[in-house]
C-alpha cells in the first residue's frame, strides 16, 4: 500500500506568520504531486501542482518539491485568517493508469487574527 | 476552466430507498472519473473508479451491487446509492480528471460534494 504522510497538525499561526505544510510518500516513481485546500464542510480545492525538484510559486503559494527525499512541502506566506482550511497532499499512483491519486490525511491549519 | 458540478447537494431519504447521484464535468471532457466518500473529520476514501464506456473498478471493501456507477459520456458519471441504510451516510465527493495528451500530469478536479443522510 503506497503512502503519503502529512504531518499530523493542527498547526496554528498568526496572521501574518508563514506556515509550512510537510509532505512524505512512498513510492519513488510518483511524477505528480498536488496541494487540495478543504474547507470544513466543503469539498477539496486544487491550489498547487508540481511535477519537478525544485520551487514553484503561485501568489502566497510555494510548493517544494524533492524527489530524492520522497518529500513535498508547502509553504504559505503572510497567512490569513481565511487560509484556515484542511490541507490535503496528494500524490499520483505510477502503477495506475486511470490517474489515481493518493491523499494524505491533512493536515489542518488554523490561522488567528 | 476545470469545473465538476454535483447534483443533488443534499438529500435525505428513508432507510432502504436507492438515491442517485450526478457527477458533471462542464467544461472539458474527463478522462477518468472517482467517486470518494468522507466521513466527518476523516480523510478522503476512494470507492471507485470510472471510465466512460468500461465498467468502474472498485476499491478494496466497497460493495459494487450496493454503489452502481455509470459513466455514461466523457463529462458525466452517476453514483447509485441502492437499499441506502443509515450507515451510508456520509459526504459522496466526485471528481474528474482532466487527462493531458503527454506527459505525466495527472489532475483531478473535486465537485462540490453531495451530502447523504439516510434516516
Known amino acids: 500500500q503506497k503512502e503519503v504522510e502529512q504531518n499530523s497538525g493542527p498547526l496554528s499561526v498568526p496572521e501574518g506568520a508563514i506556515a509550512s505544510l510537510n509532505c512524505t510518500y512512498s513510492d519513488r516513481g510518483s511524477q505528480s504531486f498536488f496541494w487540495y485546500r478543504q474547507y470544513s464542510g466543503k469539498s477539496p480545492e486544487l491550489i498547487m501542482s508540481?511535477?519537478?525538484?525544485g520551487d514553484k510559486e503561485d501568489g502566497r503559494f510555494t510548493a517544494q518539491l524533492n524527489k530524492a527525499s520522497q518529500y513535498v512541502s508547502l509553504l504559505i506566506r503572510d497567512s490569513q485568517p481565511s487560509d484556515s482550511a484542511t490541507y490535503l497532499c496528494a500524490v499520483n499512483d505510477r502503477g495506475s493508469t486511470l490517474g489515481r491519486l493518493y491523499f494524505g490525511r491533512g493536515t489542518q491549519l488554523t490561522v488567528w487574527p | 476552466g476545470a469545473v465538476v458540478s454535483q447534483h443533488p447537494s443534499r438529500v435525505i431519504c428513508k432507510s432502504g430507498t436507492s438515491v442517485k447521484i450526478e457527477c458533471r464535468s462542464l467544461?472539458?471532457?474527463?478522462?477518468?472519473m472517482f467517486w470518494y466518500r468522507q466521513f466527518p473529520k476523516q480523510s478522503l476514501m476512494l470507492m471507485a473508479t470510472s471510465n466512460e464506456g468500461s465498467k468502474a473498478t472498485y476499491e478494496q471493501g466497497v460493495e459494487k451491487d450496493k454503489f452502481l456507477i455509470n459513466h455514461a459520456s466523457l463529462t458525466l458519471s452517476t453514483l447509485t446509492v441502492t437499499s441506502a441504510h443509515p450507515e451510508d451516510s456520509s459526504f459522496y465527493i466526485c471528481?474528474?480528471?482532466?487527462?493531458?495528451?503527454?506527459?505525466?500530469?495527472?489532475?483531478?478536479?473535486f465537485g462540490p460534494g453531495t451530502r447523504l443522510l439516510v434516516l
Open positions: 467544461d472539458f471532457q474527463a478522462t477518468t
Open positions: 508540481i511535477y519537478s525538484n
Open positions: 471528481s474528474a480528471r482532466r487527462g493531458w495528451a503527454s506527459g505525466p500530469q495527472e489532475t483531478q478536479y
